[in-house]
């Protein structure tokens, strides 16, 4: 991996570890208060393993108060903070730095109100994201966002990446699912946004705070929408010969206004790959593989997924089949949800990558990729959410050679400069972290860029709050922004990725 | 094209009114007024100009020129518009394609002066108010892909794209609706499109009962079965204060009996609004009300009628935009009763009421009881004796500080909008 470029590392604040130490178990149990090099070492990246860092200290407060008095603290003394949830993201946005206080969220783990008349849930931001879907089920609700992490990402984490998951066509992302938030700014302030109303008067400031990555506060409560489970999903698993018919139907689809609750590509590599992986019976002779899910009430369901076939048909599909129970169903899935591990059992490493580009692009850019993985001399298995235009492409290649590790960083590099091109962005849900910072500057300009960081600064002056993620350090566009597994050491590879 | 040039082409810095045809015009406007400390109102086409403070400024920037459907790709679900584009072309447009703007637009003109005015789509954007689908499908904000447009310096700036699915930089796109036009002058809007449902029908059941009426509400908003509209229109108050136009308005063929009702809708295809009726019927014990249906027609209407507010047609009155946990809406229907005319969206979250301008001292307490319940209250239409007393719109101490500095980071001198919202801001 190339070197990452960090923030300055103020020795000062180095120099006063002891004295830091000693204050942080001031504020709260001592034993919450990490610095033991071995302690510390979970800690030291997130689910971007390819970057490491020992941060000064790890603090895991209980209470908002805490909190707010470590941030206060820190704003007084200039130590930066790396605030974390479960440590699941994928683009490093809680690599800690080694002159940073890690502020784990793990100790606010509480489910705080499950308020069925509201239809809500108010929860501390460490409980995980499925965690909030199994305390409501029992009553035919659920909480909709659904990243392919959620039994270990915590709803916090879901937050400030603004996490979206298969069925975000219909659902929406975690901005559209939240009510309110408690936050506390870098020096200390605690807020209330929102409550249990739909939207709030004045500006947006969930909306923005939603997505921002750790940048603009630190989350201590979230109180989130719940949906009630729809009575009927069902899903089509549909092959078709050539890359142009599978992207075409897909566009059909949503043209014939059907909004499907997810709607998943995957390419021939890929059928092959995950089907040897998992046995899930996918027709081999297909080029492009698709999986069509629907929901609704039963006739609305069998109705949409008749029209579906159809759709298929004249576009040419060469196999279709329609889930009749919900074994099947799963079953459909069960080869899409083994396509990471599927790619880390054919290479000793893959990247993934993660962009999105306008539904109507998808064979060209399925086109182009494959041209790169010719010119590249790399194998490459492609991955979509196709609803949403949100593509994962894995680059297999074997990172004990340099020079292929160097021509896979080109490659995925100029993968998410043609999703730029083709009216695309950087990043559809992994988040920019430390990941895509460098390539922020082929989707914004200077002014774009400076409005961002005129927020930034107004809410955190100093610049102590996850400094060095997100935007630019270099100002370049170097060739990062992948996640790196190396043979099979995946960070949490118990947590599917889909 | 430099300031000077433009003095001498299609503006001049010295009129108080500048009507920009593109973004580098918007940018050169602001960028001089930024340097001479120069207030400026922005404007649409003044369709909700009645919504918040009063301004005094030195420059009006009327948007009304900047116009026109940039990108309209249905089969992407987005459209691309510029700041100054009636809204009622964009809906025209989207409907020949058989979609829509899935929040449901709301008709302000009708509370202004009787007539349709929906306005442009920056005001629209600039002011954040979805009609009836908002509490199934998300307000305006929901919505906006990504914009353009021009900050408080004269810079140029973008956020967000076409895609849905994007967590490249700070979602801008949600802050900058709904501030009034306090924080940026938008050049150009990407909206998220939906597609129609082929069919609607409505329910209307008959009943007065406010403990039957959250009830009915609240089991509605646990239902699968994805009702888009849920409203309770009373018949009330009996004080004769104010015009009672309730018979009127809502006067269709198919709604059987008199007095207060609570109606839903169902839209989708035919089989599926049935299938979804029958089992609404049992969740919501229907065959203990009287109940009329109302068919595709008279529920398309019925919904225009309650997304222009047409009970409150031409008042001289306040009205104001009360938003609730919806379990609280009994309890605020019972402080109201008989008192104010009001009506109930949103399945129990929303409530529009009607203060009379007499009693404008009332607003106050109809504030206090909704913050107690966890709400918020905007006044938006203000009788002409309006005193001010009361604040317009509703911020806690937090909000305030947060709002002021995200303020200062788009328009650092305050020079959009000066007031409108907040005094402070």
Redesign the interface.
Known sequence: MSELALPKIDENVIQKKDFIVRKLKKITRSENVLSHPDEIKPYETDALSAYKQTPLTVVLPEKTKEVSEILKFCNEENIKVIPRGAGTGLSGGALPLQDAILLGLGKFNRILEIDFENKCVVTQPGVTNLGITHAVQHKGFYYAPDPSSQIACSIGGNVAENSGGVHSLKYGTTTNNILGAEMVMMDGTICKIGGKTLDQEGYDILGLLCGSEGLLGVITEVTVKILKKPQSVRAALIGFPTIEDGGNCVSDIISNGIVPAGMEIMDKALIVATDNFAKAGYPKDAEVLMIVELDGTKSEVDNMLKQVGEIAKKNNSNSIKLSKNEKERLAFWSGRKAAFPACGAMAPDYYCMDGSIPRGKLSLILKEINNLSKKYNLAVANAFHAGDGNLHPLIMYDGSDKEQLRKTEEFGAEILKTCVKLGGVLTGEHGVGIEKRELMCEMFNDNDIQQQLSIKKSLDEKNLLNPGKVYPILRKCAEEGRIHVHRGEEKFPDIPRF | MSIEAKKNSQISLDSEIFKPEDEQTVSDIIRDCYKKNLPIEIIGSNSKNFIGYNLQSAKTLDFSNLSGIIEY?????YIKVKPGTPLVLIEETLDKN?QQLAFETIDFGFIQNGKSNKGTIGGYVAC?FAGSR??KL??V??HILGFRGV?GKG?????G???????????????V???FGT?IALTEITLKV???K?SQSTIAIHTDNSIQVSQLF?KI??????VSGSVYIPDEPKNKKYNLNKSEIFKFNDLKYEGSFLAFRLE??K??IE??KK?LTKELELNKFKISTLDFYQSVLFWQKINNLELFTSTRNNILRV?????SSEKLMKYLKNKYKFYID?SG??FWIEVEDKEETNIKDIKRFVLDI???L?VIKKSEKFSFEESL????E??????K??????DPKKIFNPGK??REI
């Open positions: 790709l249905p089969e992407e679900l058989n954040n908002r509490f998300g307000n904000r929901d900050n810079d140029i700036v973008k956020s794209g076409t895609v849905v699915k994007n967590v490249t930089g700070y979602d801008l796109s949600k802050v609706t709904g501030s924080l939906s597609p129609k082929s609240d908003l646990s239902s699968s079965n994805e989708g295809d089989k599926s299938e979804r089992d938003v609730i946990p919806p379990a949103w979250s929303l966890e709400g918020y905007t719109f509703t911020i806690n937090n909000g305030l500080l947060i709002s500095k995200i303020k200062e980071s788009f919202m907040y």
